[in-house]
């Protein structure tokens, strides 16, 4: 998946835990069956992958009401108790002792009316109880069983404890992720959507093989209403089963009075019914306007990570992978797609007809799995053995070309680097109107939203690129993810990371137009930025609860997996080294599953690195490990001591200085700097490390073009070497080079460890920079800081800012030309620096900008403003009162979504707070604005003056809105905290984020984008009380 600005992922709300589950449910749902209670059903013994009873966690899973049910006053004084922790009183006992507090003769009726008395009474035994349910709290879950604890070598079975299941029966499975016993072979799906009510059925059957004995089969189930349901082991005849249903877990089960046994076939078939989804995830529906203004519905899917269980019951992780047949019934002015192509269409009655597509040719897993039924129309050409075609919305539709070239070089492209032909007979991208991810690679249905596929033929090579990378991205997927997959989401990265890195690798051979470099380094640089925050996480982590997988689709899993490939492709030896790796590891895993050391294993039996580094032994201390190192260069003559150490922005005290890295160093020097051939490496596995150079070296600039993923200090008199080369001839460094050294400059005065004097000293040699990556990254750090001090309305200082700014980069901003450009390098450049130069109010800037807004407007649609300054002129004009009203029409009619987007951006920007509130209400309304853009709109309002508060309170207040919309932990919503509060830099602002998130509780409390939120609120405070003095003596 590209997440794009936003990701979907499943947005059920499943427990963080069994503990909070039990703790705040009016129904009490789980039992603890340790006791022996003769009401409760005995169950068989445990399967082989059953899980281990844990008694911390069944502390307070515990009813045992068992035939004493309470009446409905009962019920309530019983449910306020269990708030305080009562409810576990119950397991002490199963018969409940007659001085219980939950006996009829005596709280119930009192506090159904109570007197003063006995509300006393009841206050006290409530603190009472309440008291020792601390006490029970911290004992071993086991205290009060009958077998009592158990010692730590005790080889005492474990017993699970079931959970209730909806019905009231016990559930027959412990666990949230399902029982290995079970294996899927094949699903026979049939859908039966309806439009007009939004709602469908479907029945799912199943062929499975028993793996081992086991007397149930779990699988999953959300928000489906089952309706039927058989049974059929083998050759016998099918019986109707009961069905059971857990919702916390989204999980459903049937249970067997005899063991199913190992290596016995059988067929579960269930009928059920739902709603088409209103979020962006499972079957969802979705509509789009035409350009006669009618509106046209359509039912697409978005499974990955855990939504496949909203549209079918089945096996909802990645491991189980099976073969699917589909049917989908519809009307005859739709058409549907499927992962397969069409294999036969029936009449099932007048208006309604049955699409089947072939069976898989191979195994899948159910989050890959996808269908449409929408109106869309295809172009399509054969690409080696498949038809890759493009589909859209009819009236978009001369705006697919662009991506059906680009598509067919790049699947020949990975035919040939991969050596392995893309497996299916089709392949279909497909732009979805509503659509919350970038794009999603369902096996032979790549969904995308209309922004990251449709692009007109004369689009600028900026809109090009974006359109590129995505397609590159979701097909690199189709062998990395969808052949070989991960096990389970911990290690996501494997697909994400290596999808991010190949659509980088693969655009710079099939379109080097593009020059997709600086675009790759940037995102090397927000890696860097984002894993240096103690809030960060190892690439592979173990992860359970649904939001803990939505939270994977972020910037680790991502941008730094894409870095650390580059950083081991260029550190093997050999050109073609990774590649051979990288086909052994697709081969041998063809079809299956794997973890992140197959990867690796794979990689190091092709050859190994220098020093004898075996490449697992060097990328586990990057993957195990969050964060990355600083690498300190100390030099004394010809010796050179490199020191490592993690660069973290927050000091932890549970951070090891410890942590070390094999680092792949490289480095170059004034004698050889640019070509790659300059390049020497040295590895470094130690805290410390000394190596030679001829003492006639003037100085060193390590990390070569930033394709390590470390950042390096260099102590004063290197840095001043290195400034005062740089001054004296900018190409004695590549500008990957120039660049990296402005990052890292920036990022050490974060750290403090230099000074924002010495920052600015090495600005001062940007007078004579032209390239894009250094001025950009320059502009961007520096902005970064002018928005800090204007949000803290230090108007002198942001004045200062301004002045600075314009002195240092003016006369780039005076040569930039305002015409048609070709070159990427080139678009880069001018967008960043006249965007910046506009948002400083340079005279010129604006007028230029609004000359050729009103050009745009009086053209009627004839004239072009070149796409990569769409953005800065559709800004300058939305600060006028009527210029924003005429944008506000023209986005209405706009059908370029890559100008629209732009159009919306200038819209959010407007420092009008009435048209502020109106856009954000818009964009969460879904109307005119799509919800899918809201995230955008709260960015765009949050970098100005009069919006920043605005989008704060506006996402305090809608809160629960924002959660229905966009899932806990989905990537929109990161995006969403990130952007309104990363310009926060004081005690009142952070203790007003604080305090409304751990309001939230189990409503979006626990994501690690709150805990990024507020160390990057800390850092910001931090940095202000260092640098504000300072800033009024330099600049
Ligand atoms: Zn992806």
């Known amino acids: 998946m590209d997440p794009f600005d936003s990701n979907s992922a499943d947005r059920a709300n499943m427990p963080r835990n069994m503990i909070e589950n039990s703790m705040f449910e009016e129904e009490s749902d789980v039992v603890d069956l340790a006791k022996e209670s003769p009401s409760f059903p005995t169950f068989p013994a445990l399967d082989p992958d059953e899980v281990a009873y844990e008694p911390r966690s069944s502390r307070l899973l515990v009813r045992g009401l068992g035939e004493n049910d309470m009446d409905e006053d009962e019920e309530d004084c019983e449910s306020s108790a269990r708030l305080l922790g009562m409810s576990f009183m119950n397991r002490s006992s199963s018969l409940r002792p007659s001085s219980s507090p939950y006996t009829r003769q005596g709280l119930p009726r009192s506090c159904s009316r109570p007197s003063a008395r006995t509300t006393v009474v009841c206050v006290l035994l409530l603190v009472i109880v309440a008291s020792m349910a601390m006490v029970l709290y911290f004992l071993p879950g086991c205290t009060f069983t009958k077998s009592g604890c158990l010692k730590p070598n005790s080889t005492a079975p474990l017993q699970p404890v079931y959970p209730q299941s909806t019905s009231g029966e016990l559930f027959p499975w412990t666990d949230i992720r399902l029982p290995a016993s079970i294996q899927p072979l094949s699903y026979d799906l049939t859908l039966n959507p309806d439009l007009n009510t939004m709602t469908f059925t479907g029945r799912t059957v199943i062929k499975m093989t028993v793996r081992h004995d086991t007397m149930r089969i779990v699988l999953h189930s959300a928000e489906l209403k089952i309706t039927n349901a058989t049974f059929q082991l083998g050759d016998r005849k099918p019986s109707d089963v009961t069905v059971l249903e857990y919702k916390p ?580 450049l001018r967008s960043a620096v006249l965007r910046v130069a506009c948002s400083l109010h340079e005279p010129k800037c604006c007028q230029q900008a609004k000359t050729l807004f009103k050009q745009y407007v009086e053209s009627n649609g004839t004239a072009r403003i070149p796409g990569d300054l769409q953005r800065v002129v559709y800004t300058v004009a939305a600060q006028t009162d009527e210029d924003w009203t005429t944008l506000l029409e023209m986005y209405r009619h706009a059908t370029s979504d890559a100008e629209k987007r732009n159009m919306l951006r200038g819209l959010a920007s407007t420092q009008d707070t009435r048209r502020i509130a109106w856009i954000l209400k818009a964009g969460l309304r879904g109307d005119l604005i799509q919800t899918q853009e809201l995230a955008l709109v709260i960015s765009a309002v949050s970098s100005g003056f009069a919006g920043y508060l605005f989008a704060w309170d506006f996402v305090t207040e809608n809160w629960d809105a924002l959660i229905e919309e966009f899932p806990v932990g989905s990537f929109a919503l990161q995006s969403i905290i990130q952007s309104t509060t990363s310009q926060f830099s004081t005690q009142t602002h952070l203790d007003q984020v604080q305090s409304f998130f751990s309001g939230l509780k189990d409503r979006g409390s626990e994501m690690r984008s709150v805990q990024e939120a507020l160390e990057v609120i800390r850092l910001n405070q931090r940095w202000m009380e260092t640098n504000l003095p300072l800033l009024k003596h330099w600049l």
């Open 249 to 828: 877990w989204q999980q459903i089960a049937v249970k067997f009075s005899e063991d199913l046994k190992a290596g016995q076939e059988c067929v579960l078939t269930l009928d059920y019914s739902a709603n088409l989804s209103h979020t962006y995830d499972g079957f969802y529906k979705s509509s789009y306007t035409d350009k006669d203004g009618n509106k046209r519905v359509l039912a697409a899917t978005q499974f990955e990570p855990l939504a496949a269980r909203k549209a079918f019951p089945c096996f909802d992780e990645p491991a189980f992978k099976a073969s699917f047949l589909i049917k989908i019934s519809r009307n005859q002015n739709f058409t549907t797609l499927s992962n397969m192509p069409k294999a036969k269409t029936t009449s099932l009655s007048n208006d309604l007809w049955l699409d089947e597509f072939e069976k898989t040719s191979v195994n899948m897993s159910t989050y890959l799995v996808a269908f449409i039924v929408a109106d869309f129309t295809p172009i399509s050409r054969n690409v080696s053995k498949s038809l890759l075609s493009v589909y859209c919305v009819p009236e978009k539709k001369e705006h697919t070309e662009y991506a059906l070239d680009t598509a067919s070089k790049l699947l020949q492209f990975y035919n040939d680097f991969f050596e392995i032909d893309y497996p299916l007979p089709k392949l279909d991208l497909v732009a979805v109107p509503d659509f919350l991810a970038g794009a999603m690679e369902n096996w032979g249905l790549i969904t995308f939203r209309e922004t990251s596929l449709l692009v007109l033929k004369q689009s600028s090579p900026l809109d090009k690129q974006l359109v590129a990378f995505v397609i590159a991205h979701e097909l690199a997927h189709q062998w990395f993810g969808n052949l070989v997959t991960m096990r389970w989401w911990n290690d996501l990265w494997l697909n994400e990371g290596f999808a991010s890195y190949m659509q980088y690798m693969s655009l710079q051979t099939v379109l080097p137009q593009l020059d997709v470099d600086n675009a790759f380094l940037a995102v090397r640089f927000r890696a860097l930025d984002k894993d240096a925050l103690n809030s960060s996480h190892p690439v592979s982590m173990q992860v359970r609860t649904t939001e803990q997988v939505a939270e994977m689709f972020d910037s680790v899993s991502y941008e730094k997996g894409a870095s650390l490939l580059l950083m081991l492709n260029s550190s093997l030896p050999g050109e073609q080294q990774f590649r051979k790796g990288i086909i052994q590891y697709l081969k041998e895993f063809s079809g299956s599953n794997t973890v992140t050391d197959d990867l690796w294993n794979s990689l190091t039996q092709v050859e190994v690195p220098p020093q004898q580094v075996t490449v697992s032994e060097m990328m586990s201390s990057w993957t195990l490990q969050k964060g990355f190192p600083l690498v300190i260069v100390s030099r004394k003559g010809d010796q050179v001591t490199l020191t490592q150490e993690p660069f973290l922005l927050t000091a932890d005290n549970s951070r090891h200085t410890s942590s070390l890295w094999h680092i792949p160093v490289t480095y170059i020097n004034d004698s050889c700097s640019l070509a790659p051939e300059c390049k020497q490496v040295f590895t470094l596995k130690t805290k410390s490390a000394t190596l030679k150079i001829p003492e006639s070296v003037k100085w060193l600039k390590l990390n070569y073009k930033n394709s390590g993923f470390y950042i390096v200090h260099y102590g004063n008199e290197s840095w001043a070497a290195l400034i005062d080369a740089l001054k004296n001839n900018v190409s004695v460094l590549t500008h990957e080079d120039r660049a990296s050294l402005i990052h890292n400059t920036f990022a050490l005065s974060r750290l403090g460890r230099v000074s924002l004097h010495q920052v600015l000293s090495l600005l001062n040699y940007m007078t004579n920079e032209t390239e894009a990556a250094p001025v950009t990254e320059a502009l961007l750090q520096l902005t970064t800081i002018y928005r800090l001090l204007d949000k803290r309305q230090e108007e002198g200082l942001v004045a200062r800012m301004e002045n600075y700014i314009l002195h240092n980069f003016g006369a780039l901003m005076e040569n930039q030309s305002w015409g048609e450009e070709d070159r990427v390098s080139k678009q880069e």
